[in-house]
């Protein structure tokens, strides 16, 4: 199986910034796709941004231009960083990562994981 682990969020003013990572640790045989969901506080799950293991990436149009998303294949790890933050950024963000991984019988099955979620809360 394949763990994910968040770290990053927290309370920030508006326009200030954060960095949000999520490290993917496990059997792990390749990670495809690495993405970035938030969901605020009435509202449903929505993509913010994700990248492909060849490093094309795609954003929401709400965060287009403030926030970029990255990975590092080496430490299977992704990134979120966001500035120019919002008061209608605020929400639970969620990491996302597919791919394959080796199952104890040495099997390769593919995977879909999400982290556990951290709370990013942007207010004055």
């Known amino acids: 199986q394949v763990q994910l682990v968040e770290s990053g969020g927290g309370l920030v003013q508006p326009g200030g910034s954060l960095r949000l990572s999520c490290a993917a640790s496990?059997?792990?045989?390749?990670?495809?796709?690495m993405a970035w969901y938030r969901r605020a506080p009435g509202k449903q799950r929505e993509l913010v941004a994700n990248?492909?293991?060849?490093?094309?990436?795609n954003s929401a149009d709400s965060v287009t231009g403030r926030f970029t998303i990255s990975r590092d294949n080496a430490k299977n790890t992704v990134y979120l960083e966001m500035n120019s933050l919002k008061p209608e950024d605020t929400a639970v963000y969620y990491c996302?990562?597919?791919?394959?991984?080796?199952?104890?019988?040495?099997?390769?099955?593919?995977?879909?994981?999400w982290g556990q979620g951290t709370q990013v809360t942007v207010s004055s």
């Open positions: 996302y990562v597919d791919g394959y991984y080796y199952t104890d019988s040495d099997r390769l099955l593919g995977f879909g994981s």
């Open positions: 990248i492909t293991s060849g490093g094309s990436t």
């Open positions: 496990g059997s792990i045989f390749r990670l495809v796709t």
